[in-house]
């Protein structure tokens, strides 16, 4: 039971070393089975080199376990449950400290649109969120950090932007699958690399053009697509 | 038919992620037959790992596909098309997102000739486009793109500036084979990296003496070079 | 005899390279039997990749040999008895030359506490210590390394931050067992590079609120924690 | 004849790109064999993977052939014999375009002595040298080079300062055995690497204090040596 979603979720963790995301046990993905209200996840703190498929751990869209695992879910696992409840196409998501962006973190700054790279993944900038009050840092802090999320996609398409920078911690990234959204959080990674690179450059860079961040985004997402060979499965 | 150019794009191509230029499927790599008029280039979105030279996409130098190949070439095809037509002697051409490079690009900065590395490659800046118009971007953007390159290159000699930066977009290059456009390309990241520290150190660095600029140029270039063993075949 | 004692301080040794600490012969590792007041350290000025386990050198808490070993310990062993003489609950000390930790420490900067990545290892800033006076670096050198350690934790908790910059030189740190120690070096490097890159985009960033410091340190360590799988043996 | 020479100017050669050193075909490593004149050192632009200890190419002192060799030496040969005709303890030279060194060779400016892992290799800053005047550059460009090395080094001792920065070139590098040279190399671009950052950090960074630069030096150099485990073969 739940061994296709347990693992699709383990190869998603199982991609975020590949994509040099993770160091040390810090990150996580999870998928969730949307017709049975089933979210796989990480095991808190296990290596990622050690992890089986079958250690994935179940819970439910309230955060409780389902069935009898024997593994702690990862401490993260209210933050993913949130997303999941608020955002209806995502069916994964993928937490990491990589470097560059958690800089743009901890600098509690959006990652700008600069070039047709970030445009080929998000139309517009990598939003941040605002940073939580203590009463929600002391209350149910994972529960508030994806509340924080949700708050900061009010008037935004989390479809359009597959992820965002959580103020003072790291990226959270999404999509319709998890490949997928291991794909977002190294894009993000990669995006957040470059305008550090160009800011350096130029400090006062303003973002893209909007005719050229709408050609790009469009050229790989929606109706008009026209990159890659027709629709991924 | 078109085996050896074919597996010649391919080799480039695979030269790409070895030379840690790609990320994703991002990048591409042509070669041109011009006897016959025929492009072999990358399918669009495939992945670098999965590409065998028998997936490089056959077109005409109207961007026409030629034969009857299964696959869609990759969407910046008439860039590739547009600089076979203008540059005569380019055999090759390869377009990265790699880092730095894209960092100047985003920058809209053309990368300065700073030291010996970049000489040996290229004489003088390495040049970067103007933005293209709202009107081209919509129109027949990636021919345009190629047009902006040509248009930068008007009074440059595309054989002494092996590659440009497509403003808020990244690096093209190209060269008189497959493996030495794809060398092109990765001098571009080279020169990018030292360039950036270099104005971390010395943020009005100016460009190195034109006559130092001469003698590396020249020491690898033209008749009275006096690198390596002799002509390559 | 001692033979598990150093193969834990070889294998502490190991993971140094394994993390991308080390260049060289830099850095060492040693291990303390608090019960029998030995500790088992690196030879000094050996390859990593030629150390064996019976390789590491036997010395006691004054620094004097143990049995007739045929190699010189590290030149830096006074510094990691003198953290054991003053620092009960220790029982691994690691020192690298790690570049973004070290950076930090030829500036003479703490390592401020800019995010949850942070806080997850150090209760607060990574502290610098004082820089020695001449009469120190001409006297006995090493063990005043260790003295001015000490001395900067006159009202710290070693417990609370496993690791130190020593000014003009690099870091130190340390944790209950050889591998967490090198956890805690790794963790320095990863934390000195993520402030490099956020003091670059915001360079009067200012230290993360108290509340989430706590809530992440307080997530991993003490009696509170709910990271992981439960207590490590 | 020369068999040994050949082996260890080729074993030199080696570490550089698995020392990360390298790019492409830049760079080049020499021995010369004092008592009977004769250098072994890299054939010109050929890849590292495909060189063979063989392939060394012989000169004599005034930088002319010795024996048969079908392969043309490194163009950079006449700066390696003018070194080791000035530098009498040199019996290795190895040039490479690292790439932090290079920044600063770019940027004109010395690698300050910032912290102890400078101190252990370079008794002081690592010098530039002042730009070649245009009748220097159109001249014998390569041997003027040498010269303007020799020149810095007027006051300078070359055994305490292993390397240096040629203005808008790179680094070159020495020692006592082909091994060491490399290991030269390979420290000034982690010392060039260390001081990018720590400069970063504080623009304004002074030297480290003397005291401490002597005590570290000595530690691993000269009669009072106390690092590693004796005198090298």
Redesign the interface.
Known sequence: MFEALKREAWAANQLLPQYGLI????GNASVVDRDRGVVAIK????AYADLQPEDMVLVDLDGRAVGHGS??PS?DTPTHVCLYRAFPLVRAVVHT?S??A????????AIPC????HA?YFRGEIPVTE??L?AQ??GD?EWETGNAIVARFASLDPSERPGVLVA???PFAWGPDGARAA?SA??ME?LA??????????PD?SP??S??ME?HFS?KHGGTA?????PRA
């Open positions: 160091s040390l046990t810090f095991p808190s703190g296990v593994l702690r401490s400290h470097r560059a958690t800089a743009f973190a901890q600098a509690e700054m600069l070039g047709t790279t080929d940073p939580l203590p840092i002391d802090y003072r911690h790291g794909e190294f894009a990669l690399e470059m305008a550090l690179a160009t800011l350096r450059l130029r860079s893209m053009p005719t050229l050609r050229r026209y990159y890659g060979q027709g």
